[in-house]
Every structure is written in structure tokens, then in C-alpha cells.
Nanobody, 124 residues
Framework: VQLQASGGGLVQAGASLRLSCAAS????????FGWFRQAPGKEREFVAA????????YYADSVKGRFTISRDNAKNTVYLQMSNLKPDDTAVYYC??????????????????WGQGTQVTVSS
């Protein structure tokens, strides 16, 4: 499984961005996916996750109501729509996939595959 994240950039506070994660996998709809981020000097933190075939969605409290995770099974792509961005959202964002199971999707240790990361920078 290979994951390719894209869509990051430099934006001002209040702006929106959509991150994409293209997955090379046969049975895309059966994989749970997650988005994590890591700011300089900080640990990797959970942002959002979606169970297999979009069965359920989970969000960190810090992004709830501003970020939305979704997927397009026809394009083998997972998205993270980010709105009302804040400087605290500045980080490298990673997408991740899990082979099976939908428990503990907020824990990065439960994922098997990772994309390369895409930088999001929000200026004040």
C-alpha cells in the first residue's frame, strides 16, 4: 500500500485548504484512514479518522467543526477539508491507512501505512 498526500500550502488565518491522500490499494473502501499532524518540536497528533467505507468519522477536539474527512472510493482518495484555519494548525500533515479493524483510530500506532506528509502553514 502506498499513500501520496498533497494539497498543503501557505495560507492566512481563516482560509481553507483541502488535503488529498491517494492510495494505491485494491480494496480501498475496506481500509480505515486517518490524518495526523506534527508540528516542530511536538509529537504527532491525531486530527481525524474514518472507518472502513466511511462507516464512521472521528475528530480531535481542536479541529471539530472546522475539518471534515471524506473519501471518494472511485478515485481511491481520502480528503481532509480544512476550514477557518488557525496558526496552531501549522504542521506537516500525514495520511495513514490501517489493514483491518476500526478500534483506536486516534492512535497513530494502530496504522500500518503512511504517506510522506504535506506541509500546512497558517500565517496570522
Amino acid at each position: 500500500v502506498q499513500l501520496q498526500a498533497s494539497g498543503g500550502g501557505l495560507v492566512q488565518a481563516g482560509a481553507s485548504l483541502r488535503l488529498s491522500c491517494a492510495a494505491s490499494v485494491r480494496t480501498f473502501s475496506q481500509y480505515p484512514f486517518g490524518w495526523f499532524r506534527q508540528a516542530p518540536g511536538k509529537e504527532r497528533e491525531f486530527v481525524a479518522a474514518e472507518g472502513w467505507s466511511g462507516s464512521s468519522s472521528y475528530y480531535a477536539d481542536s479541529v471539530k467543526g472546522r475539518f471534515t474527512i471524506s473519501r471518494d472510493n472511485a478515485k481511491n482518495t481520502v480528503y481532509l477539508q480544512m476550514s477557518n484555519l488557525k496558526p496552531d494548525d501549522t504542521a506537516v500533515y500525514y495520511c495513514a491507512a490501517r489493514s483491518f479493524g476500526s478500534e483506536g483510530l486516534s492512535d497513530y500506532r494502530n496504522y500500518d501505512y503512511w504517506g510522506q506528509g504535506t506541509q500546512v502553514t497558517v500565517s496570522s
